[in-house]
């Protein structure tokens, strides 16, 4: 419950920063597999788009749906946030962890 809860906050706090309506949900679908994953958000900034994937659990390493949107298509998913209960990182992957807080510098 804790996560939809994150999830909705950060929703609220697009909205009001980008002066748009967010989409909360997007559905991405991997070719050649029976199901959707979920990215939590996509958001576009000077014609590249960028994925925020929300975790509120300690496995915030894990991020299937991010991982096969960024396999699948890497030239249009440059940017790979997660924000989380930890702190400030780079990944090799290019991933960047953030804390939750820092959602309001995005």
Do not use: W
Request: proline residues 2%; hydrophobic residues 45%; neutral net charge.
């Amino acid at each position: 419950m804790q996560h939809s809860s994150y999830q909705n906050d950060l929703t609220i706090a697009l909205i009001k920063a980008t002066n748009t309506i967010a989409i909360s949900c997007i559905f991405f679908h991997i070719l050649h597999a029976i199901s959707c994953m979920e990215l939590d958000f996509v958001l576009k900034d000077k014609g590249r788009l960028f994925i925020i994937e929300v975790k509120s659990g300690n496995d915030y390493h894990r991020h299937a749906a991010l991982d096969n949107a960024h396999a699948e298509n890497p030239e249009r998913f440059k940017r790979r946030i997660v924000l989380c209960k930890g702190n400030v990182e780079a990944a090799d992957s290019g991933v960047i962890y953030l804390p939750l807080y820092m959602a309001m510098f995005l």
